[in-house]
């Protein structure tokens, strides 16, 4: 007997047993992992199908995204603009009115100015129509303070009131 060569009785009985196993396996395990096989396939099928869609899908809502930030971002701009305008637009009318109102001050002033030097002037010509009336005031007195002066004072208030008194 030898380690390496096995005897005819123990082949057989090997041969036997191997039949006897691969039968069971072939007749009940086989199918059930074929099937499993064949479920894990489908499965495998169906998830790369879904992941094929919804890559799909995920191009679609990228695309759909981009457009939408384009959008907005072509709505921004626009809004900005308008904001720009407005505020220019607001600007100007301002330095308009600022512009109107402060020529409005400027010719009340002037306005002011003006009466102020006119009342200035009147009042300076009434203090120069006083003093000259006082100082002719003052002449006279002392021209008049002679007799004949006195006479011919006289007989100028009568010939005035006797003119007066004609009309």
Aim: proline fraction near 1%; aromatic fraction near 6%.
């Amino acid at each position: 007997m030898s380690f390496l060569v096995p005897e005819a009785g123990l082949l057989f009985w090997m041969l036997v047993a191997f039949g006897v196993v691969f039968f069971v396996l072939y007749k009940y395990a086989f199918p059930a992992i074929t099937s499993m096989i064949d479920e894990r396939k489908k499965f495998i099928d169906d998830a790369l199908a879904n992941a094929k869609e919804a890559n799909e899908k995920l191009g679609t809502i990228q695309q759909q995204g981009d457009e939408l930030l384009r959008k907005a971002q072509d709505e921004q701009s626009r809004i900005l603009n308008e904001a720009i305008a407005m505020r220019n637009n607001i600007i100007g009318e301002a330095r308009k009115q600022a512009q109107l109102e402060s020529e409005k001050l400027l010719d009340e002033a002037r306005s002011v100015i003006t009466h102020e030097k006119e009342q200035a002037m009147r009042e300076i010509r009434n203090q120069v129509a006083e003093l000259s009336l006082a100082i002719a005031e003052k002449v006279v007195r002392r021209e008049l303070s002679g007799d004949s002066a006195q006479q011919f004072a006289r007989s100028l208030v009568d010939e005035a009131i006797k003119d007066n008194s004609d009309k």
